[in-house]
């Protein structure tokens, strides 16, 4: 489960349907689901769209804030820019056309750093 596919498998199993930090389900605070979430913001906020777009990591002007499935798709959706969502499939696949929006957070060369 150590795989975005296989972490999305499981969590369908479980019947998640919305995943963030601290809930699922939409739900009250709950820490059931907080590794799987904290695997998939990573591979895919920050490993795929951050460093596609050339954003830092820990830009406070960025917030993502969940992930939801609907209809057989998950996807994911930013807080800040508001209304900014994402088909996750399209993202795996390098399409990133749904978050052009996102060139505007790009940090100057000067504060990048290079990692593999």
Known sequence: M???RGTFKFLEKQDVKYLDFTS??????????QEQYKLLYNKIVIHKIFKHFGILPYNNDLIFN???Y???HWYGSFYEPDGVTFDVKKVLHNDFSELDIL?????PKYLMYQSN
């Open 103 to 107: 060139n505007e957070y790009k940090a």
């Open 66 to 68: 969940f992930f939801g």
């Open 70 to 72: 609907e209809d057989g």
């Open 2 to 4: 150590k795989t975005v």
């Open 24 to 33: 699922f389900n939409e739900e009250e605070f709950n820490m059931n689901f």
